[in-house]
T-cell receptor, first 114, second 114 residues
Framework: DVKVTQSSRYLVKRTGEKVFLECVQDMDHENMFWYRQDPGLGLRLIYFSYDVKMKEKGDIPEGYSVSREKKERFSLILESASTNQTSMYLC?????????????FGPGTRLLVL | KQEVTQIPAALSVPEGENLVLNCSFTDSAIYNLQWFRQDPGKGLTSLLLIQSSQREQTSGRLNASLDKSSGRSTLYIAASQPGDSATYLCAVKGRLDTGNQFYFGTGTSLTVIP
């Protein structure tokens, strides 16, 4: 079974803090993604990566950065947390096999910025 | 940019009823379409993936269909059970030449009443 794990289920941070969200997958997937999910807006892509040290901006990259130093790990960084970054953050990974890139999701991190 | 719509936003049915969830997308140049289930406060679980060349996929009581030309997919759930209560999301993946990311609908929240 594919497993995608996220470092925290719940986080509370202060405005201006630097926040690190970690995601690890154990299936040697090349593709990894970070989304945020907000009521009424659905899932929105922040950043994705197709290879180690490679990153691409999604639809809402402002205020975020990412790091992928190892294939299994994809980190999302909030450089200076703001209250409008309070959200549910979901990490996903996918393969490039014949099944057509099924996405597998982690359990999510609910972040509250005060 | 691809837009994915799911109607209705919420649905309540009595246990045992068959039901259909709808997903529509604006750009028919897709690579695949995936249906997910999300339980409250949790990540997404993949249910079915349909390649662009396929018309339908089945898994147990679930059947997903795809009509690319009309930009529609349906998820059919047979003999619904209270355990089916969750939010169901569809996502489409663009072809390489139109953007290689997943686009999500906002979901249909399903309640199956015992």
């Amino acid at each position: 079974d594919v497993k995608v794990t996220q470092s925290s289920r719940y986080l509370v941070k202060r405005t201006g803090e630097k926040v690190f969200l970690e995601c690890v997958q154990d299936m040697d997937h090349e593709n990894m993604f970070w989304y945020r999910q907000d009521p009424g807006l659905g899932l929105r892509l922040i950043y994705f990566s197709y290879d180690v040290k490679m990153k691409e901006k999604g639809d809402i990259p402002e205020g975020y950065s990412v790091s992928r130093e190892k294939k299994e790990r994809f980190s999302l960084i909030l450089e200076s947390a703001s209250t409008n970054q309070t959200s549910m953050y979901l990490c996903a990974s996918s393969d490039r096999g014949p099944l057509g890139e099924t996405q597998y999701f982690g359990p999510g991190t609910r972040l509250l910025v005060l | 940019k691809q837009e994915v719509t799911q109607i209705p936003a919420a649905l309540s049915v009595p246990e045992g009823e068959n039901l259909v969830l709808n997903c529509s997308f604006t750009d028919s140049a897709i690579y695949n379409l995936q249906w997910f289930r999300q339980d409250p406060g949790k990540g997404l679980t993949s249910l079915l993936l349909i390649q662009s060349s396929q018309r339908e996929q089945t898994s147990g009581r679930l059947n997903a269909s795809l009509d690319k030309s009309s930009g529609r997919s349906t998820l059919y759930i047979a003999a619904s059970q209270p355990g089916d209560s969750a939010t169901y999301l569809c996502a489409v993946k663009g072809r390489l030449d139109t953007g290689n990311q997943f686009y999500f609908g906002t979901g249909t929240s399903l309640t199956v009443i015992p």
